[in-house]
């Protein structure tokens, strides 16, 4: 008996002995197992601190390279300034075309040098004066509509300008360059089995008014995606345009619209070259249609800095048309003592040449550069009768700003 009492507490103290052991192991693992979670942890933060680092230091990089780009602008600025102060005042290829030219498109086959010698000796410059050519006197007259009485309808206003020989060259020269850019595909293998492109039929003279009309809607209706127009969803779909055409056709003649032939205009310069014919055509429809009251002109033209220049102004005031606009420093013959000149906040100075056209540097916000052939545009500021709300000073404003 006291044997087998024995032998039970050697067995207890053995099993005890194993749960202790087994504990402390557990106890070890859980400290490994927190010492590695501690170590990511300082490895994560140490990446963290290294990531701020880099981009503190990019930032950094990226902050230097602006403000060595800025240098070099500063020090390309300033180099661009004295070779104007030192008589270079040729244009750049890259400038924009002159209103004059956009609209003529007459190629000026002079040298940089012959056109310094002109701007010289016809642009030279004084002080401002209202001492500008007197235009005779306008004459005003009702304007004259050459509208036919009997068809006042939408569609039959849209016809007047919109005629019949406009719609026939959109006709030709859409079904020209469909069946030249198919035939391009085809040559190449570029067509998959299944293109819409195969589906092509020539348009005509209905089918293309249609199509204009299908432009019209959408332009009074608008989708965030054009084949919403022919979707399912009534919330998109627009039964009118589902009616006239269907979409694969529709998105056909878009591709294919055209209005000249590529070929003929593949070495034209001019900008608009792609609707050089229509505008053509259109302002010949505008000028039949209606006959401006006006004789001998006196009008105003207001334009930005795209189509202003010395030698449209000029021109325009030979026809008896003034013209006033912002105006572009880099423009040819401009009076070099006014571009390059550096005003302060408020301040405004400008110049005339003997032809009666005015080019004025004023600084608001920004600085600001105009030209203008109106007698009463001087280089003064004027009240505005407003005052500054913050300080309570009158603003005062360029007076050809006002007119504007």
């Known amino acids: 008996m006291s044997q087998g009492l024995t032998e039970s507490n050697e067995n207890c103290v053995f099993y005890d002995e194993e749960r202790n052991k087994q504990f402390e192991e557990n106890e070890r693992q ?43 602008e500063t020090e390309n600025t300033e180099e661009e300034d004295e070779e104007q102060e030192s008589g270079d005042t040729g244009d750049d290829e890259s400038d924009e075309y002159s209103a004059s030219e956009v609209v003529s498109d007459i190629d000026n ?7 310094d010698a002109q701007d010289n000796s016809v642009n030279e410059w004084d002080a401002v004066t209202d001492l500008t ?34 719609i026939d060259k959109m006709v030709t020269e859409t079904n020209k360059y469909a069946l030249k ?29 249609k199509f ?14 054009i084949n919403d127009y022919w979707s399912k969803k009534s919330i998109y779909r627009n039964e009118y345009i589902v009616s006239v055409m269907t979409r694969d056709r529709f998105l056909l003649l878009l591709k294919f619209w055209h209005f000249c032939d590529d ?27 209606l006959t401006p009251g006006l004789e001998n002109k006196c009008r105003v ?12 102004a000029e021109e325009l005031l030979s026809q008896k048309t003034r013209y006033c606009g912002t105006l572009n420093s880099k423009r040819r013959g401009l009076p070099k003592e006014i571009v390059l000149l550096k005003l302060k906040k408020g301040e405004i100075k400008g110049a005339m040449n003997k032809n009666g056209v005015k080019v004025i540097k004023w600084v608001d916000k920004r600085q ?19 005052k500054n709300r913050k300080t309570n000073e009158d603003i005062k404003k360029a007076y050809m700003c006002l007119n504007v």
């Open 30 to 72: 859980k400290e490994t197992l927190n010492d590695e979670a501690e170590r990511e942890k300082e490895t994560e933060n140490v990446d963290v601190e290294d990531v701020e680092e880099r981009e503190e230091e990019t930032g950094n990089a990226e902050e230097e390279d602006e403000d060595a780009e800025r240098e070099e």
């Open 109 to 115: 086959d002079v040298s940089e040098e012959e056109e």
């Open 133 to 166: 050519p007197e235009l005779d006197a306008c004459t005003l007259n009702e304007s004259t509509f050459n509208i036919p009485i009997e068809d006042i309808s939408p569609a039959g206003i849209f016809s007047l300008f919109v005629t019949d020989e406009i």
């Open 181 to 209: 850019h198919i035939a391009e595909k085809q040559n190449n293998n570029e067509i998959k089995t299944k293109s819409r492109l195969l589906s092509w039929k020539a348009t005509n003279n209905i089918e293309m008014r």
């Open 212 to 225: 204009l009309g299908v432009l019209l809607a959408m332009g009074l209706n608008k989708v965030s995606h």
């Open 263 to 289: 070929s003929s205009a593949i070495h034209n310069t001019n900008k608009l070259k792609k609707i050089h014919d229509l505008a053509n055509m259109l302002n010949s429809r505008f000028q039949e249609v």
């Open 301 to 312: 033209v207001i334009a930005d800095n795209f189509y202003s220049s010395i030698e449209l």
């Open 368 to 386: 600001l550069l105009m030209i203008s052939t109106l007698k009463e545009d001087k280089d003064v500021l004027v009240n505005t009768g407003k």
